[in-house]
């Protein structure tokens, strides 16, 4: 790791030092769990998840209970019916909920969380099925599940080796590998995905389809190929989309002249150019898009090359490839895409 800075003072200089040597601390710590992880156990804890008939369930307690909420929420994001139980809740009531199908997992860096413990009984008085995730292999929580894991974790981040850092980076790193190989598991489709996120940047992502932000055929600028520049520098002009659009009878996408097009062009042969054809100045492979691909799927082919992005797609009909539109990328950042 490299900083670059003009230090004011040396308590500047130290804290700077201080920072990188944290950084540099919590990246050997995630070196560490990443080397001793056991993966073969990781992929039947997986298998077991898949083989839940039920509902999947996560409690933890303080931080761990945080982390088991965030990983609730990415499997209920991603295709799994998965919930948070609070223990202290559970044990007062909320226990009705779990049924002998389902599936509670225990997240606890030392495994001898005392209210995750005190839970154990009574889930199986419920005949559900019981999974641990722990930093300590031999704890009593790891002992009394059907199945666990073990999430290697040397020391916390913290100077005392007290404050759970390192052991929830560990937590949430797993979880969320958790969530991933099950969604691509149940081949989970960026369609359902869209459906559980209507809302937000996500949404628009995943919903918003080109045709929703084209400009339809009356708004789009088109040329013939055969046509003069000079006859069609009135519709490049008003209809400011900074491109004419060149296609034969049959609207097919013959190629693109653009803004750029003209300027290096009259730098290059003057005012002479005026009088040449549309087929000699266009751009023959043009980028373009199908009106049904998702708006963020143009943005991405916009930027494809990034020595050459554009600004403006031609859209095309699916079935037949004619021209139905245009779409500007000024237009897919007012959208917020």
């Known amino acids: 790791m490299q900083f670059s800075h003009d230090f004011r003072s040396a308590d500047e200089y130290d804290q700077i030092i201080m920072l990188q040597e944290l950084f540099e601390q919590q990246r050997r710590q995630l070196d560490y769990f990443y080397q001793h992880l056991d993966i073969q156990k990781c992929q039947v804890f997986v298998q077991k998840l898949l083989e839940v008939k039920g509902h999947i369930f996560f409690s933890g307690v303080g931080k761990s209970g945080l982390i088991a ?59 559900a099925c019981v999974a641990a995730i722990s930093c300590c292999a031999h704890s009593r929580l790891i002992a009394q599940a059907d199945f666990s894991i073990v999430l290697p974790c040397e020391r916390e981040l913290c100077p005392f080796d007290l404050a759970p850092t390192t052991s929830a980076q560990v937590q949430l790193l797993f979880g969320d590998v958790l969530a991933m190989a099950l969604m691509q598991h149940r081949n989970f489709t960026l369609d ?35 046509d003069r520049l000079q006859d069609v520098l009135v519709e490049l002009t008003d209809k400011r989309c900074g491109c ?21 062009a009259l730098q290059k042969g003057g005012e002479s150019i005026l009088q040449q054809k549309l087929e000699q100045l266009m751009t023959q492979r043009a980028r373009s898009i199908h009106e049904d691909a998702l708006a963020w799927d143009a943005v991405r082919l916009m930027e494809i ?31 917020g895409i």
Do not use: W
Not at 89 to 114: F, W, Y
Not at 204 to 225: Q, S
Not at 315 to 329: P, Y
């Open 69 to 127: 909420q965030k990983i609730t929420t990415t499997l209920m994001s991603t295709g799994t019916k998965a919930f948070f139980l609070s223990p202290v809740e559970a044990l007062h009531g909320d226990l009705g909920i779990v049924s002998a199908q389902d599936l509670v997992i225990l997240i606890s860096k030392s495994g001898q969380t005392r209210e995750l413990l005190e839970l154990v009984p009574h889930l199986r008085d419920k005949q």
């Open 305 to 335: 090359d990034p020595q050459h992005p554009v600004m403006v797609l031609p859209v095309l009909k699916r079935e037949k490839g004619e021209v139905v539109g245009i779409i500007k990328m000024h237009d897919l950042i007012q959208a």
């Open 244 to 264: 004419l659009l060149v296609i034969d009878d049959q609207r097919q996408l013959l190629g693109i002249f653009t803004d750029g097009d003209l300027r290096r």
């Open 192 to 226: 359902q995905y869209a459906q559980n996120h209507p809302h937000g940047q996500i949404g628009r992502r995943a919903n918003l389809k080109v045709r929703d932000l084209m400009l339809d055929v009356e708004k789009t600028p088109f040329c013939r190929p055969e």
